[in-house]
Each structure stands twice: as C-alpha cells, then as structure tokens.
C-alpha cells in the first residue's frame, strides 16, 4: 500500500454553514469512519464542530 493511500487528504467542513473549509490526513487503519473535530471557523469567530466529507 503506498504512502497515500493510507492516509489520504481529508477536507473536513465546519457545520457553521459558511462553507470554510480545513485539510488534513487521516490514518485509514485506525480511524476507518468519518472524522468529528472541533476547530475554528473565523467567519463567526468561535470554536465549532467540523466533519470529514468526501
């Protein structure tokens, strides 16, 4: 299995609805759902839930 394919990039969207946008790697094996995380949307300037989308 090459490099990528086990952890491919991810755009992780924030579920403030204004359509920011974050990009990281995720680890196949060990998380093989989607991923929940909080980060910051600075369109609203606060700490909000973000979820992977493919």
Same mark, same amino acid.
């Given at each position: 299995? /090459?490099?990528?394919?086990?952890?491919?990039?991810?755009?992780?969207?924030?579920? /403030?609805?204004?359509?920011?946008?974050?990009?990281?790697?995720?680890?196949?094996?060990?998380?093989? &759902?989607?991923?929940?995380?909080?980060?910051? &949307?600075?369109?609203?300037?606060?700490?909000?839930?973000?979820?992977?989308?493919?």
């Amino acid at each position: 299995m /090459a490099k990528t394919e086990l952890r491919p990039l991810v755009k992780m969207r924030l579920t /403030a609805g204004t359509g920011y946008t974050y990009v990281t790697r995720k680890n196949r094996r060990n998380t093989p &759902d989607r991923l929940v995380l909080r980060k910051f &949307d600075p369109m609203v300037r606060k700490h909000v839930e973000c979820r992977e989308g493919r």
